[in-house]
């Protein structure tokens, strides 16, 4: 169906940007790199647009369409969608002859050369040397007992906080040089998993890019976490003392080591979309795996307890991700016990360690010194403190909720 009601001219080419098209199996992502706006669409719908952008008219599309498959296209709804999308240009710039070039992307040739093959070469031979060095000296192996650098908790937690946001920019930063090698832009978002704040970085163009070109951008995060680990864990090995001790420097170069392990272990919490969730559901081509491996386990287990009342419709899943949740489900439960194990193996430990001191100094009487009570006193006030900006999240979250509900029942 043509009209002109739709504020276009059917028998006038449609003005459209200049779009980039990737097919990727019997879908096809349409989208304006200058300004990170895609849409994926079936293939035909695809090669609408390509024709609508060769310069055919809206009523030649329609008649093409008719012949080539059967039937008709409603193609007010297929422009509104690709205005929805900004494909189309302004009536003012309709006669232009031809868009400027999209500026060129920000850093693109040192995320070229961040990872070239002399790049690699000097990450592999790094990694090597830290991984020969804790196998010769077993004391640079990671373990929980490397936080306590000193015995001043409040220094401990104040030396991982600090030193956590350079190591987590780069972390993010080599997600971005990643994506921008290929020219891509990037954004620097704050999350949150869980109840921990968390950097993000957004890559939209990822999406217009062969799929096995996206696999580096999204593992580059945990690449610049294992290099980081190496560093330190030399850093701490090269400035032993004399006697063979660690110095200062490396203990503390050994405890935010520790820290950076326990955030590689993190990306195996499947459930919280970490950067592997991201590399399975782009490998398999899942649209939006993780809402349906959880909806897929809720009815396994509802199954399971004769619960059918309480079954999630699955009409509305995408095949891939049916498919895929099958098996998938299950690293949903295997992330939690990453997650459990993670937190019993080390923040338990850690945490009865300084439980234990703290509480020994407070009951200690005249022997501990007034350093190590107000070094306890502030410590304490810390922790309770992010136990009640936890709270706070938790009810935050669950009046947000309810609200939600609220609007959708008074709009039902």
Request: charged content about 20%; overall charge neutral; glycine content about 8%.
């Amino acid at each position: 169906m043509v009209t002109a009601s739709a504020g276009y001219d059917p028998d006038r080419p449609l003005p459209l940007h200049q779009l980039v098209y990737l097919a990727d199996g019997e879908e096809v992502t349409v989208g304006r790199p200058d300004i990170d706006s895609y849409g994926i669409f079936p293939a035909d719908g695809a090669e609408i647009v390509r024709r609508l952008e060769a310069g055919a008219t809206p009523r030649d599309t329609a008649a093409w369409y008719l012949d080539e498959y059967g039937e008709g296209v409603d193609m007010d709804d297929v422009i509104a969608a690709l205005g929805e999308l900004e494909f189309v240009r302004p009536a003012d710039t309709a006669e232009t002859a031809a868009e400027p070039a999209p500026a060129p992307v920000r850093w693109q040739r040192l995320g070229a050369a961040l990872f070239s093959p002399p790049a690699w070469i000097a990450y592999a031979a790094l990694t090597a040397w830290a991984l020969v060095a804790m196998v010769r000296r077993p004391d640079l192996a990671p373990t929980y007992n490397h936080v306590f650098f000193t015995d001043y908790y409040t220094v401990v937690q104040a030396a991982l906080f600090v030193f956590a946001i350079p190591q987590l920019l780069l972390h993010e930063a080599f997600h971005a040089l990643a994506g921008r090698r290929l020219g891509l832009r990037s954004t620097l978002t704050i999350g949150r998993r869980l109840y921990f704040i968390v950097l993000e970085t957004s890559l939209p163009g990822l999406v217009a890019v062969p799929r096995r070109r996206r696999y580096l951008p999204i593992l580059a995060g945990m690449l610049a976490d294992v290099l980081v680990m190496a560093v330190l864990t030399l850093v701490a090995d090269l400035t032993r003392e004399p006697s063979g001790a660690f110095s200062l420097g490396g203990k503390v170069c050994l405890a935010i080591a520790f820290a950076v392990l326990i955030r590689v272990v993190w990306q195996f919490s499947f459930y919280l979309r970490t950067d592997l969730y991201v590399l399975i559901s782009t490998a398999l081509g899942c649209v939006d795996l993780h809402d349906t491996a959880k909806q897929y386990l809720r009815n396994r287990v509802n199954r399971l307890l004769g619960r059918t009342g309480h079954l999630v419709d699955e009409s509305g899943w995408h095949e891939t991700d049916r498919r895929t949740a099958r098996w998938y489900s299950w690293l949903i439960v295997v992330g939690y016990a990453v997650s459990i194990g993670s937190f019993a193996l080390a923040a338990v430990p850690i945490g009865y360690r300084m439980l234990v001191g703290v509480l020994g100094r407070f009951t200690g009487g005249g022997e501990v010194g007034w350093e190590e009570l107000l070094d306890s006193a502030v410590f304490s006030g810390l922790v309770v403190l992010q136990f009640v900006i936890i709270a706070w999240l938790m009810i935050r979250d669950r009046r947000q909720r309810r609200a939600q509900r609220r609007l959708a029942h008074v709009i039902a």
